[in-house]
């Protein structure tokens, strides 16, 4: 069955640097676009990055955008995230996800499958 597991979380300072990775199996990778998300303490689960199955294509949310590059590497079956310029308010539990499709999107509902998320504290 198709497994996302996250990696790379972790306590950081305000202006630091961090990079997420999801390693996937159980499924061809290189067919679908992938996704990062993330959910803050009594806050609803938001769209971060998206990446199109070849890597041509991302979209992001505004509150990233410029700081969190999104990337993978179809030959490792990973996605990564690079969190740059970390703020207090990035603080959260990050999600990747597996699109349906093969094209970005910033939409829960076209993604069927989570990992289990990583938490990324940052202190000010």
């Known amino acids: 069955q198709v497994q996302l597991v996250e990696s790379g979380g972790g306590l950081v300072q305000a202006g630091g640097s961090l990079r997420l990775s999801c390693a996937a199996s159980g499924l061809t990778f290189s067919s679908y676009a992938m996704g990062w998300f993330r959910q803050a303490p009594e806050k609803e689960r938001e769209f971060v990055a998206s990446i199109s199955w070849s890597g041509r294509s991302t979209y992001y949310a505004d509150s990233v955008k410029g700081r969190f590059p999104i990337s993978r590497d179809n030959a490792k079956n990973t996605v990564y995230l690079q969190m740059n310029s970390l703020k207090p308010e990035d603080t959260a539990v990050y999600y990747c996800?597996?699109?349906?499709?093969?094209?970005?999107?910033?939409?829960?509902?076209?993604?069927?499958?989570w990992g289990q998320g990583t938490q990324v504290t940052v202190s000010s």
């Open positions: 996800a597996k699109s349906k499709t093969n094209w970005v999107t910033n939409s829960m509902r076209d993604y069927d499958y």
